[in-house]
């Protein structure tokens, strides 16, 4: 083999990656309206403008983009976490109803936060209190989210609770649940929203029933250390 | 015999050609089908009895075949011609100067058609066009192939990646030689390659004149893809850019309908457009006041806090909010139809308000994007699209 044989190793595996991405134009993919090639819609400004800066913007000139979505926004108020949320807490395709009880939460965030800063005497104490629900939201989810996940595999004739690191998804998607499982819990008095924001500020402050179920879970992961290396073989 | 040599000649002349790709020399492509070529000779050749029994079986066949389809095409050009003469005399034009632009003209006026296909209607063509090309002779009178890789069945093909891989090993040898000299100088390939993309299967098969299985054309392609990342694939450009082709950008695709004025002078665009079951009509209307009416009402004609955004979105998004009005009717099944499709009538109509930079920031964002989904439909023996129905064993 030449010298420069040699050296073209790392550029070849890169050509073998690009192959195969063109290769996959060729096989089309089930179920999609759209082919494999089209590029999902950057309608969020900032990531627009990034977007732009890097390049990466003007490589797309040639490649079509999906239509934004039905759901997608400029709005100032436009979250894409919330907007998730919220597609979590609807049931049988009713949005507008699961949004007005989403925002009903943001609002009793709001004025629970507003009191408090009311309350609040001295300018340090007042400039502690976040009132921004939507940051509020974001802080509490992340305060909810695991880390480690039990998975039973089976080993030897009997079923092992194995803990496993999790993806950045599946954790997100595993506080949202816990929150909305805990907020409808039937209870007579509290209704939903008055439920999730006072779940959203105990989790903001990194206490509360969902936290509690993070840090159980990741007791349990603990516990059952001893099972780790069964994920491989 | 003289002649015969002659035939050898030029068949392997023809053949050589071949190696220059996308090269359209009508000597290479035509040289079996044009009857005052190699072939009519090989016609006089079949009767001369002296040299019957040194001619191989196979070229005995192909010149059979040539000779057969050398008549047909021949035969099929005289009614072309006759037929055109038919028609400039029924269009009463000069039959010498009839094109055949004229020739689809009449075709359309004579023969109106109303089938949606363009490939079903009725069309006169030139018999080069419609019948495929064919190779010529690959061997000689013994039946002795000219091409050493002519039991490859696909010559061409295989010749071409041969090619490949000479021109790859050229260009490992100057980088070695570079890298002795001790120059490292960076040419990016990226620079020559952009906006271009590979040449699809089908142009590839009628310049080899050899069909290729789709492994076959993705082989050719990853080789090509590879050749084109090398640091020095500069050095064979014009190569490479043979089996490219110039994309068009999005933006251009898309014509910018024209301002309009109306009475009282002010500039406006109308668009149509499409969602779902719905379909909806803007009209866009510049020095406003940000007046919306959707079917004679306000944006309030629309219940959902979403819809009203969405209204609102590709005007918030280029800054245009209050500057301009917006009338528009829409109709059809379901809100977000509707709504959907007077979001992207508003953002086709605001390309004209707006610069061109504005325009391609409002393609990035999927603004100007037709939405093809659509509901899918149920399937029988289970209650939904793709719900199914419980499984139960008996």
């Not at chain 2, 070529?37 to 079949?46: E, G, T």
Request: net charge positive; glycine share 4%.
């Amino acid at each position: 083999m030449s010298l420069s044989g040699l050296l073209r190793t790392l550029p070849t595996l890169n050509a073998i990656n690009s192959s195969l991405g063109s290769l996959s134009l060729l096989s089309r993919q089930p179920y999609s309206m759209y082919k494999p090639f089209v590029k999902e819609p950057v309608y969020n400004i900032e990531q627009l403008d990034k977007l732009i800066e890097s390049g990466e913007a003007k490589k797309r000139e040639f490649v079509p983009v999906k239509a934004a979505r039905n759901d997608h926004n400029v709005s100032v108020f436009y979250d894409d976490l919330t907007s998730k949320f919220i597609n979590m807490v609807m049931v049988k395709g009713q949005k507008e109803l699961a949004r007005n009880l989403v925002e009903m939460g943001y609002m009793k965030v709001k004025q629970i936060q507003l009191a408090k800063y009311y309350e609040a005497t001295t300018d340090a104490e007042r400039a502690e209190i976040e009132l921004n629900p939507i940051t509020i939201f974001h802080k509490a989810l992340e305060n909810c989210s695991p880390v480690l996940q039990l998975t039973p595999i089976k080993r030897g004739g009997s079923t092992y609770q194995v803990p496993i690191p999790i993806t950045e998804n599946r954790a997100r998607f595993l506080a949202m649940k816990w929150m909305i499982l805990e907020c409808r819990e039937k209870e007579r008095k509290i209704h939903f929203p008055e439920r999730l924001a006072f779940e959203l500020i105990d989790a903001f402050n990194n206490t509360g029933k969902v936290v509690k179920r993070k840090q159980d879970l990741h007791k349990q992961c603990e516990n059952n250390r001893a099972y780790a290396h069964y994920r491989w073989g | 015999m003289a002649a015969l040599r002659e035939v050898l000649i030029f068949n392997s002349k023809c053949f050589r050609g071949v190696r220059s790709y996308f090269c359209s020399s009508p000597a290479f492509q035509y040289s079996s089908l044009s009857p005052n070529n190699a072939s009519s000779n090989v016609q006089k050749l079949d009767f001369e009895e002296s040299d019957t029994k040194r001619i191989s079986k196979a070229m005995k066949s192909y010149m059979e075949r040539a000779k057969i389809h050398d008549n047909f095409i021949k035969e099929q050009l005289h009614q072309y011609n006759i037929g055109k003469r038919h028609l400039a005399n029924m269009m009463g034009k000069d039959p010498e100067f009839f094109t055949q632009h004229d020739v689809n003209e009449a075709i359309r006026y004579l023969f109106p058609s109303g089938l949606y296909d363009p490939r079903a209607r009725p069309m006169m063509k030139h018999p080069d066009e419609i019948y495929p090309k064919r190779k010529a002779a690959e061997f000689d009178m013994n039946g002795r192939p000219f091409h050493s890789l002519f039991y490859t069945s696909k010559p061409n093909y295989y010749n071409l990646l041969h090619d490949l891989a000479v021109k790859f090993k050229q260009l490992d040898n100057h980088e070695d030689k570079m890298i002795y000299r001790g120059i490292q100088d960076q040419q990016a390939s990226e620079l020559f390659l952009f906006g271009t993309d590979w040449v699809s299967k089908e142009s590839v098969e009628s310049v080899l004149l050899e069909s290729l299985t789709d492994s076959q054309y993705s082989n050719l392609i990853k080789t090509m893809e590879r050749f084109a990342q090398h640091r020095y694939a500069v050095r064979e450009k014009n190569f490479i850019m043979q089996f490219r082709h110039q994309l068009a950008a999005q933006t251009e695709i898309q014509k910018i309908p024209e301002l309009m004025r109306d009475e009282s002078n002010r500039p406006f665009t109308t668009f149509s457009a499409r969602r779902k079951r719905s379909n909806a009509t803007v009209k866009v209307i510049g020095e406003g006041t940000g007046l919306i009416s959707i079917n004679g009402e306000d944006i309030l004609y629309f219940k959902r806090k979403q819809d009203k955004e969405q209204i609102i979105f590709p005007l918030e998004f280029c800054n245009m909010l209050g500057k301009v009005d917006v009338v528009a009717t829409c109709e059809g099944v379901g809100m977000s139809g509707r709504v959907g499709s007077i979001r992207l009538a508003i953002a086709m109509c605001l390309r004209c308000f707006v610069d061109a930079e504005t325009i391609e920031r409002m393609r990035l964002a999927g603004l100007l994007s037709y939405d093809p989904r659509e509901r899918e439909r149920k399937k029988p023996g289970q209650p939904g699209a793709r719900e199914k129905f419980t499984w139960k064993k008996r």
